[in-house]
């Protein structure tokens, strides 16, 4: 079964007129990240390995 994606944008985006932040979309059992000036490149992973890089990052261990 297809789901169609619904991108969001980061909170920590600029704000301005660019394409310089980070977009999600959560489809089930899946996490998908893109940047907004390269949307047709995605990186997709499930939660568990998003959630240890990002918690290796605040460590400042990845």
Request: with cysteine; hydrophobic share 35%; aromatic share 4%.
């Amino acid at each position: 079964m297809n789901h169609i994606l619904r991108w969001q944008k980061s909170t920590f985006s600029d704000g301005g007129d660019g394409n310089t932040c980070v977009e999600i979309a959560a489809s089930p059992g899946t996490v998908h990240l893109r940047e907004s000036d390269t949307p047709g490149v995605e990186l997709s992973t499930s939660t568990g390995p998003l959630a240890h890089l990002i918690r290796a990052v605040k460590a400042g261990t990845a």
